[in-house]
């Protein structure tokens, strides 16, 4: 079946606009992660949802970044008044419903660029 | 605070040879343990995990990993590496509660020389 996509693959910005990137994650999943990895790291969490709602936004890094996932499916990563900070590959993954595993499964990312 | 580490940013093997790429994890309680690998354009695919039992896992493409809960490690191993084998692998940790995060390690970079 279908993984999980994300959209656009890259996208180049410049400082101070707003970006939307967006996740499909795979059908029947219910939970949703967001992550970032920036050059030489690991991902480091984001956000995660379960369902419609932010189970945990602790990841965040301020109040620039938001995320929504309005019908417990798509959801979109918004970034307000970008930063060259920002540029990094913004991972989603996805999992099952509890009791059925907690294996995530990654998408391939987006790439920013804030010029 | 939890935390992962793996010491070796780069390692490069002949193919044929083993392979060993280590990994130790700070954590408050029993974790779940993983192992992903990254090609270059590629999402992040699971390797292997431990949750319980056995404390030597198979995973995917002839890898295994090795649990020691008295070193704090869990060192991912293969026997004989293939040149395809060459990507960047990940370890994490992540709570036994369902759906929470992971907490990754900064990574090896695997090369692999003929």
């Known amino acids: 079946g279908a993984g999980v996509s994300q959209t656009p693959s890259n996208k180049v910005t410049e400082k101070g606009k707003y970006v939307e990137l967006r996740c499909d994650p795979i059908?029947?999943?219910?939970?949703l992660y967001w992550y970032r990895q920036s050059l030489g790291q690991g991902p480091e969490f984001l956000i995660y949802?379960?369902?419609?709602?932010?189970?945990?936004d602790s990841g965040l890094p301020n109040d620039r970044f938001f995320a929504v996932r309005p019908e417990g499916s798509v959801s979109t990563l918004k970034i307000q008044r970008t930063e060259r900070g920002d540029s990094a590959v913004y991972l989603c993954?996805?999992?099952?419903?509890?009791?059925?595993?907690?294996?995530?499964?990654f998408g391939p990312g987006t790439r920013l660029t804030v010029t | 605070a939890q935390s992962v580490t793996q010491p070796d940013i780069h390692i490069t093997v002949s193919e044929g040879a083993s392979l060993e790429l280590r990994c130790n994890y700070s954590?408050?309680?029993?974790?779940?343990l993983f192992w992903y690998v990254q090609s270059p354009g590629q999402g992040l695919q699971l390797l292997l995990k431990?949750?319980?039992?056995?404390?030597l896992v198979q995973g995917i493409k002839g890898f295994e990993a090795e649990f020691k809960r008295s070193q704090s490690s869990f060192n991912l191993r293969k026997p004989s590496v293939h040149w395809s084998d060459a990507a960047e692998y990940f370890c994490?940790?992540?709570?036994?509660?369902?759906?929470?995060?992971?907490?990754f390690g900064a990574g090896t970079i695997l090369r692999v020389k003929s």
């Open positions: 993954a996805s999992s099952r419903a509890p009791g059925t595993g907690y294996e995530q499964y």
């Open positions: 059908s029947g999943h219910t939970a």
């Open positions: 949802f379960q369902g419609t709602g932010a189970a945990d």
């Open positions: 954590y408050g309680a029993t974790p779940y």
């Open positions: 431990y949750f319980s039992g056995d404390t």
């Open positions: 994490a940790v992540g709570p036994m509660e369902y759906g929470n995060k992971l907490v």
